[in-house]
Each structure stands twice: as structure tokens, then as C-alpha cells.
């Protein structure tokens, strides 16, 4: 990815196809891996709120609320399941007004980009590692059904990306999209996806 790289790699919710979201020519070749219009802008993924404070001139105190809210609800732990496995809120990304430090061709026409705090260790290690924020679009064709697990992807979307992520390949289970919420810099909020 430092190199202009693409990948497929699991996430918390659907397998992805990610790049440095500051490549521009990077997220061009995601767009054209997809198929989709460089209009309907990516999603990014990053390992912290300091990170994600980094792409944004401002990020509204309610954005802050709502991520604080979703951590309390990972930490809770479920009577009712094993002692190892937290009750987790659905994932939830957030988009936000003034983006900034991110490729142009990420960016929505009125300046927002949808940006999410990712818990999954794979995806945060990831991250984390790679010090920016990553893309992380559903790894199908425009139009198709996004792959839950790795043996539901395109091969045309395998042969095009320069590297396959090894992790949870195995894997099969169901796996949905985040929730998308929009946060206006005025307040107002929009629920795009439940």
C-alpha cells in the first residue's frame, strides 16, 4: 500500500478492497476494480480516534458522543455468551463535513468522506501498522451483493488487486455492512443505512 498497492482484506463487517486513502491514484484503481462511478465516494477505516481527528477540520461533539457510546456497548460483556466474547454494537461509520489529508477522488462533492473506527483485529492491527487511514469498500462489483466471506468474491476482483490478505479466509459466516450515519457540522443527522 506505501507503494500505490491495492488489497482485499477482511474487516468487521464485509471482506474489503482497501488502498492508502491519500493515493489518489491508488483509490482510482479501487474505483475502477469496482466498476463504480468516482462520484459515489469510498469508505475509510482507521485504528483510533486520533487518527481519524487527523481527516477531519473539525469533528462535532456529537460524532465524539456517538463513538463513545458504541465503545461502552463493545466493552459490555454478555451474560447470556461466552466470557470471552463481548457484546459489540454494530459497526458504525460515520460521515463527517470537512475532510482533509485524504486523496480528492475519496471525497464526496460537498467535502464529506465516511470514515469508521475499526475493533477487529485484523483491520486495527492493519492500521495501525500502516500509521494512515485505509479504504475499505465492499469487495464486489457496483451493483453486485458485497462478499460476507472470502469465498463470495469476484475472481475478477482477486486477479485485479496486487494482494490478498491471508486472514479469515476460512472463515464462513455471515457478515453485514455498517451502519452509515451522516453528521452535519450544523448538528443534523441523517441515518443513510440501519
Known sequence: MRRGGVILYPTDTVWGIGCDATNA???KRVYEIKQRDDSKALICLVDSDARMQR???QV???AWQLIDSLKEVGDCKSPT???KSPTTA???TLILDGAINLAENLIAEDGSVGMRIT???FS???CYRFQKAIVSTSANISGEPAAQNYCDIDPRIIEAVDYVCWSRRQEHKPHKPSAIIKLKENGEVTIIRK
Request: proline share 14%; no cysteine; glycine share 0%.
Open 124 to 126: 486495527k492491527e492493519l
Open 81 to 83: 455468551t461466552d466470557h
Open 25 to 27: 491514484e491508488a483509490v
Open 55 to 57: 481527516y477531519f477540520r
Open 119 to 121: 475493533s477487529e483485529p
Open 60 to 62: 462535532p461533539d456529537v
Open 90 to 92: 454494530k459497526p458504525t
